[in-house]
């Protein structure tokens, strides 16, 4: 089992619709929480990051940590074909021998259709 | 604002030849991380750097070294070339007192084994 899950999709939504990306991940220990994009063969884009439980609103994103339930998720708003790209949940656990590196879910391929 | 910095952006070898791949933080930051992207693959953590010490190491082959020189930069040394080291790296950096700060990555480099 990967340390952090993704359904990998392809997740279909139409423009202007809501579009929600979910991860879950396995290390309690596990701090902080990133939501990259990704578009084909170009590298990872910062959406957002969060380290509290609730929610984290910047423009038509919001991310959502759940600790308990070692849940994060991304909404994004009034989806724009522009939005069509592969998604990545990332976590950082901090302490120990770690110091920040990112662990990657597999990803969620998002298309936005017009 | 200036980002990181990476080169060069393509580079073909062939088996058991050698690279070297050079990363240029954004100015300020002291923590480096190198990743590997297979094809279809999530990005996977090879080796951090801060302060220029190495500060953590994740699957990293032992044809690979890295190091961090005393201006923040980074070079990834790739001995002994396999077809099955073509991929994407990346490098991205951070201002790395806070263990959980954010990374920011660079365009990457394509690396074609042949």
């Known amino acids: 089992q990967k340390e952090v899950e993704q359904n990998s999709g392809p997740l279909s939504v139409p423009e202007g619709a809501i579009a929600s990306l979910n991860c879950t991940y396995s290390?309690?220990?596990?701090?902080?929480f990133f939501w990259y994009r990704q578009y084909s063969g170009k590298s990872p884009e910062l959406i957002m990051f969060?380290?509290?439980?609730g929610d984290k609103e910047d423009g038509r994103f919001t991310a959502q940590l759940n600790k308990a339930s070692q849940y994060v998720s991304l909404l994004i708003r009034d989806s724009q074909p522009s939005d069509s790209a592969t998604y990545l949940c990332?976590?950082?656990?901090?302490?120990?021998?770690?110091?920040?590196?990112?662990?990657f879910g597999q990803g969620t391929i998002l298309t936005v259709h017009p | 604002a200036a980002g990181v910095i990476q080169s060069p952006r393509h580079l073909i070898k062939e088996k058991r030849e050698t690279a070297t791949l050079k990363c240029y933080p954004i100015?300020?930051?002291?923590?480096v991380y190198w990743y590997q992207q297979g094809p279809g693959q999530d990005p996977q953590f090879l080796i951090s750097?801060?302060?220029?010490?190495?500060?953590d190491k994740g699957s990293i082959p032992d044809r690979f070294s890295a190091q961090q020189f005393s201006d923040y930069h980074s070079e990834l040394n790739m001995s002994s070339l396999e077809l099955g080291d073509s991929a994407l790296y990346f490098c991205?950096?951070?201002?790395?007192?806070?263990?959980?700060?954010?990374?920011?990555f660079g365009p990457g480099t394509r690396l074609t084994v042949l």
């Open positions: 991205a950096s951070s201002f790395g007192r806070i263990r959980t700060d954010t990374q920011y």
């Open positions: 100015p300020r930051h002291d923590t």
């Open positions: 290390d309690r220990g596990s701090q902080s």
């Open positions: 969060i380290y509290s439980n």
């Open positions: 750097f801060y302060e220029k010490m190495q500060s």
């Open positions: 990332a976590v950082i656990k901090a302490g120990g021998t770690s110091y920040g590196k990112l662990t």
